[in-house]
């Protein structure tokens, strides 16, 4: 089994208000996931992407794999994706609309045991038509090397059923359990999704719940396993 996670992580702020990645990174060591996306992280500016990713793996013990989508004063703001199994290949998807704020994808390929394993990982718009375009470009670029096992995770900002961006979603990766994650409190509303294909090797997908989880951001983490054979 491969675990994997995803996490909106509300850059590092807490139901509380406080902005604490400490409290964060100790839910991350709660996942006790293989591959881990984050949303919404913000981190100081080094002198290089490297420096940012290293202060973030020092804490968490994964390799980061980082795809700041703007800059804001002094720290960048977009997703990281963290890894325990090694990194083969590393693609960047600008999903920014005019006007709206800048988004993006991380499309990471990663060994595992020797099998490539692609993990695509995104955060979409809050507006329909932003969505629609942006799982476009998603889904264009998932079509490609068909051949290998693919993850696309993230918090795609869409929850009715029969959204155009679930629809086109389950077309290529097929069906994936609607969990609530959102608000962390009364999670109701399943803003963070994990697709796999071939749709048969996603099992277990579960938010994670536990009381550091409940306080550490508005979203609750979700997590699943990955049938490799």
């Known amino acids: 089994m491969l675990k994997v996670a995803t996490y909106?992580?509300?850059?590092?702020?807490?139901?509380?208000?406080?902005?604490?990645?400490?409290?964060?990174?100790?839910?991350?060591?709660?996942?006790?996931?293989?591959?881990?996306?984050?949303?919404?992280?913000?981190?100081p500016l080094g002198q290089s992407d490297?420096?940012?990713?290293?202060?973030?793996?020092?804490?968490?013990?994964?390799?980061?794999?980082?795809?700041?989508?703007?800059?804001?004063g002094n720290q960048s703001f977009g997703n990281v994706l963290l890894t325990s199994r090694p990194i083969l290949k590393v693609r960047r998807i600008d999903l920014s609309v005019t006007a709206r704020e800048p988004r993006g994808a991380l499309d990471v390929?990663?060994?595992?045991?020797?099998?490539?394993v692609r993990i695509i990982a995104a955060h979409l718009g809050l507006r329909s038509q932003e969505r629609s375009f942006q799982i476009g470009r998603l889904l264009e670029a998932a079509s490609?090397?068909?051949?290998?096992?693919?993850?696309?995770?993230?918090?795609?900002?869409?929850?009715?059923?029969?959204?155009?961006?679930?629809?086109?979603?389950k077309r290529l990766f097929g069906p994936s359990p609607r969990i609530g994650t959102y608000p962390a409190r009364f999670p109701i509303l399943p803003l963070d999704r994990i697709w796999a294909r071939p749709a048969a090797r996603l099992v277990d997908?579960?938010?994670h719940r536990s009381p550091l989880a409940g306080q550490a951001s508005d979203h609750l983490p979700l997590k699943a396993k990955i049938v490799m054979i």
């Open 8 to 43: 909106n992580v509300h850059q590092w702020i807490g139901r509380d208000g406080r902005r604490d990645p400490d409290r964060v990174v100790k839910v991350i060591h709660e996942l006790q996931s293989d591959i881990i996306a984050l949303q919404e992280v913000t981190l």
């Open 50 to 72: 490297d420096v940012d990713g290293d202060l973030l793996e020092k804490r968490t013990g994964r390799r980061t794999v980082l795809g700041p989508t703007f800059f804001r």
């Open 205 to 207: 997908v579960q938010a």
């Open 144 to 169: 490609l090397e068909t051949e290998v096992l693919t993850v696309i995770m993230g918090d795609f900002n869409a929850w009715f059923p029969g959204s155009a961006v679930l629809r086109k979603i």
């Open 109 to 116: 390929l990663v060994g595992v045991d020797g099998v490539p």
